[in-house]
């Protein structure tokens, strides 16, 4: 793979991820919307990745833990549980088991916010990005029709797209599907208003929030904890920063996680709030930063990191990620090659087989 292709994909693995993070805000926002009252209904709640506890009975994983993306608790009688679709394959048998295991969230759920743990039953929302809609909500109906998926709670695709104007916006339009309220349905059916990602930023419960239950794109966290790194620095440090134009800092990865978790995370604050994100995302990024030649690895989880005025971060990150997936496919085209000469009477076979 050439290198500009390598960064053009990382780039675009940063904007997807961005824009699903963006997208379950606005979904977010929009369940908890009071239209008659012109604003978001009182004590209404949102989580990222909560922790809930699946039952005997649930048909993909039963007693076990599950993290769905995000879980809205409108009212008594209004819940949402929502996964999101990051990255969907183009070929529908490599989406098949994807879309079969989101069964797992039609089950009554314990784990809810509140003395009971329970709600009395829940909508099922799959977020996907616009262009890959229709394609899942036909697979979908195939495999309802195959007796392969079936729900007992209402279950709707709802699709996103950004919109850039003078604002940016995030359209949602409900594809398919039954959602409570019917004033709400009927609504994410006509695509009345694109949500501003203005107004999301300031929303009190979600508006921090930059990381969900999947992992982000290494770039991503990287600036993350760049930015993280020198938003902190000590008064000290600072002078010497202005005065030297660098400083070394070191840091712990299990304390970094803690202060991204608390800019970018979840942050409701009880057992079932996902550590996100996880520590070893985190160490992972360091790995790189000492790739990179931005840090130094101590002992166990200790780095010394140089802070400097840099400019463009992100760009440095990308490329960096960009030149490791291209070493990463030429070793692998590398090792297929090695293998269909080693092995010249099953060429079709190892061909068909790679990753």
């Given at each position: ?48 990745g909560r922790k809930m506890d699946t039952s005997h009975s649930n048909r993909i994983s039963p007693d076990a833990q599950v993290t769905p993306d995000l879980l809205v608790l409108r009212s008594e009688n209004e819940s949402y549980v929502v996964e999101a679709k990051l990255a ?268």
């Amino acid at each position: 793979m050439k290198l500009d292709d390598a960064i053009s994909q990382v780039r675009d693995e940063c904007d997807n991820y961005i824009q699903t993070v963006q997208a379950l805000k606005a979904l977010a926002n929009e369940l908890l919307w009071d239209e008659g009252k012109e604003r978001l209904v009182i004590n209404g709640k949102v989580y990222f990745g909560r922790k809930m506890d699946t039952s005997h009975s649930n048909r993909i994983s039963p007693d076990a833990q599950v993290t769905p993306d995000l879980l809205v608790l409108r009212s008594e009688n209004e819940s949402y549980v929502v996964e999101a679709k990051l990255a969907l394959s183009k070929d529908p048998a490599k989406r098949k088991d994807k879309l079969i295991e989101i069964q797992k969230y039609d089950d009554n759920f314990y784990g809810w916010d509140g003395s009971k743990g329970y709600v009395a039953s829940h909508d099922i929302i799959l977020l996907v990005r616009f262009f890959h809609g229709v394609n899942v909500r036909d697979q979908i109906a195939q495999l309802k029709t195959d007796k392969k998926m079936k729900f007992e709670r209402n279950f709707a695709i709802v699709t996103f797209h950004r919109v850039e104007e003078t604002q940016t916006w995030m359209s949602l339009e409900l594809l398919d599907g039954i959602l409570k309220p019917k004033e709400k349905q009927d609504k994410l059916i006509r695509r009345d208003k694109p949500i501003s990602l203005e107004l999301l930023v300031s929303n009190p419960q979600f508006g921090h929030v930059q990381l969900y239950d999947a992992r982000p794109p290494a770039p991503l966290l990287m600036h993350q904890i760049h930015e993280t790194i020198l938003a902190t620095l000590p008064s000290e440090d600072n002078l010497l920063l202005m005065e030297t134009g660098k400083v070394e800092r070191e840091v712990d990865t299990g304390e970094l996680r803690e202060m991204l978790s608390e800019s970018f995370g979840p942050r409701n604050g009880d057992d079932r709030t996902p550590d996100i994100p996880k520590r070893a995302w985190v160490r992972d990024a360091m790995v790189l930063f000492v790739k990179l030649g931005w840090s130094k690895h101590e002992e166990k989880s200790k780095y010394v990191y140089e802070v400097r005025q840099r400019r463009n971060p992100l760009d440095q990150f990308v490329k960096l990620c960009a030149r490791e997936v291209s070493k990463t496919v030429e070793m692998k085209a590398k090792m297929l090659a090695k293998e269909k000469e080693k092995y010249p009477l099953f060429q079709k076979i190892i061909e068909k087989e790679k990753p």
